[in-house]
């Protein structure tokens, strides 16, 4: 079966402006490249950032127009709404070979605990590419673990860099931090639990050991919390030893003799060593855990394979199925072996193979990029032998390729370059942390952007006035 291709005609407003807002500041710094990122301060802070996280950050922040911003913001909300109506229709559905295509995938879904669950708790960074000027969904990364938020420590300065910029004078920036609104949302949620007597007390667990860094982060997020609306009572506190972490038989976390009413384990592979022990407090109403069961299952890949389902789209609204054609590439479990395509029942291999660069395969569960296949990245003989492999492999997933719309950007050094971005919105709760980007240049070998292979992260700002030259 050959898919039709489909002429694109024009762009929409939200790439137009994109794309000639970032010209417009490319313009800018190519014209002072004598004068770029000499600020030793920004240097100073820019080299600690890459060494630290082991990241290369671009020089610059991106600009996004408010309108722009907005967009995104309304996009996020209706994300967020269909994922908790998703799982709770899960539940509802008996079909004999809907639950054996995603197997295990349901097995986790079913943990999921929607009467505990409420979109406050929602925590997750959602990453998404423009498409021909079409926002297209790529993953949202749930829980704790997200990366990106490492920026905030350094928006500042990079801000900074930008205003020194000759000519950015009619600039007017704002920045969305991050690391304030994720530990707002922890505070609000942290006034909803349910048990007794509440410390207010905040423990992030980030890996290594306790040195001047941790030390930094602790006081900037302990100054954060205190000046929270919803700040009551307790104190934040890194951890850096899971075995420090202790619970009652009631399932009350402690940290080192205090009682702990939020946990925030930054550090993805240390979750698992006590993770029932936090599931377990966090379904009492004891713990405010953003790695609960159901965030788990957002951050699943295979999530947005329900989007697609038929039988999800028949007890969903009608606009939420057309939001979901417009936003979410078809994906599709590679579990069953017949796939429905375009109205039209086909093999999944010879779909596969006869529509090569027009699909990508993914692990549901990976991480940093890993366990992608590209299709117009690989030779014929490679992927007609890596869809034998996976097909019937119901971790794994296709997804249709979206092309990303290409941008200019500062990089690391300082020089703009033609670029691919994946854009990243932060969501906690209903609140909107901010953003940033990762890119590669647009003449890359390969197309998977992730800063564990290469790609720069830059800061994403909203600008409240359009530039002038």
């Not at 002072?32 to 240097?43: M, P």
Request: proline share 2%; with cysteine; glycine share 4%.
């Amino acid at each position: 079966m050959k898919i039709t291709e489909n002429a694109v005609n024009s762009k929409s407003q939200l790439t137009d402006r994109l794309s000639l807002h970032k010209a417009m500041l490319a313009n800018i710094i190519q014209h002072h490249q004598s004068s770029l990122f000499q600020n030793s301060e920004v240097l100073t802070s820019k080299s600690d950032a890459e060494n630290t996280f082991g990241f290369k950050v671009g020089c610059y922040p991106i600009l996004m127009e408010s309108s722009e911003i907005n967009e995104v913001l309304v996009f996020n909300d209706i994300l967020t709404s269909i994922c908790y109506k998703v799982i709770a229709i899960i539940s509802e559905i008996t079909d004999s070979e809907f639950r054996q295509k995603y197997g295990m995938f349901l097995t986790e879904l079913t943990k999921c605990h929607c009467d505990k669950f409420s979109v406050e708790d929602f925590m997750g960074r959602v990453d998404f590419i423009l498409s021909d000027g079409q926002i297209k969904l790529l993953e949202i990364n749930s829980g704790s673990s997200i990366g990106g938020w490492e920026l905030d420590f350094i928006h500042s300065t990079l801000i900074q860099a930008l205003n020194n910029l000759p000519n950015t004078r009619n600039i007017v920036l704002r920045y969305h931090p991050t690391l304030k609104v994720l530990v707002e949302c922890i505070a609000s949620r942290i006034k909803q639990l349910s048990k007794s007597q509440k410390t207010g007390n905040i423990v992030f667990h980030i890996a290594g050991s306790k040195d001047n860094f941790s030390n930094f982060i602790e006081h900037h997020l302990r100054e954060i919390y205190q000046a929270c609306s919803d700040y009551v009572s307790g104190d934040i506190y890194i951890c850096n030893n899971p075995d420090e972490l202790t619970f009652t038989k009631d399932n009350i976390l402690f940290f080192k003799e205090k009682s702990v009413d939020a946990i925030i384990m930054a550090d993805y592979y240390s979750q698992s060593k006590k993770e029932q022990a936090f599931q377990d407090a966090y379904l009492a109403g004891n713990l405010v855990y953003p790695d609960n069961y159901t965030n788990e299952c957002f951050g699943n890949k295979l999530f947005l394979a329900l989007f697609c389902e038929p039988l999800i789209h028949e007890r969903l609204e009608t606009s939420e199925v057309e939001w979901i054609h417009r936003y979410v590439p078809w994906t599709m479990s590679l579990k069953n072996p017949i796939a429905r395509y375009q109205k039209t029942t086909v093999s999944l291999k010879t779909l596969l193979v006869e529509n090569q660069t027009r699909f990508v395969l993914k692990k549901g569960v990976s991480l940093k990029g890993n366990d992608v296949y590209i299709g117009n990245e690989m030779s014929v003989q490679n992927w007609s032998r890596k869809v034998n492999e996976l097909v019937g492999n119901g971790e794994w997933l296709m997804q249709e390729y979206c092309s990303a719309d290409v941008i200019e950007a500062a990089m690391s050094c300082g020089q703009v370059k033609s670029c691919i971005p994946v854009w990243a919105s932060f969501n906690f709760g209903t609140r909107f942390g901010g953003m940033f980007a990762r890119s590669i240049p647009a003449q890359s070998e390969s197309y998977i952007v992730n800063a564990a292979q290469g790609a720069i992260l830059n800061l994403v700002c909203e600008s409240k006035k359009r530039i002038s030259i």
